[in-house]
């Protein structure tokens, strides 16, 4: 399943988050509710998350065309990624044992699940 949404890292929230309203925190509270409004699914086990990272719009088209698809290696990094996307899908997420995930980098930012299984 491709979800046209772009991936947001779960930020580390304390009590004051709940009146001091932080880009952060905003920002994952909207990517929470996309992914909500768009249905994404993972199963509980062999599944590969690739997360598509968007490009600066600062970049040249030729550092575009040349990074495209390419490894994502700098933050945020792949655990939070998993994390955030995780939280936003179970209210327990205790239930998930086995998982792939991969940050690329792309023109738009995605979310790509792969269930290993089928």
Request: with cysteine; hydrophobic share 35%; aromatic share 10%.
């Amino acid at each position: 399943m491709i979800y046209n949404i772009t991936p947001v890292p779960k930020p580390r929230m304390t009590q004051r988050d709940r009146w001091a309203k932080r880009k952060p925190v905003l920002q994952y509270f909207a990517f929470k509710d996309a992914c909500k409004a768009s249905g994404v699914t993972l199963p509980e086990s062999h599944y590969h998350i690739i997360f598509v990272i968007p490009m600066p719009k600062s970049w040249s088209n030729k550092k575009r065309a040349e990074m495209d698809g390419k490894p994502h290696q700098q933050r945020p990094d792949k655990d939070n990624l998993e994390k955030g996307l995780l939280d936003a899908i179970f209210g327990e997420d205790c239930r998930v044992w086995d998982g792939r995930v991969t940050k690329i980098w792309g023109n738009v930012g995605q979310i790509i699940i792969k269930n290993l299984e089928e």
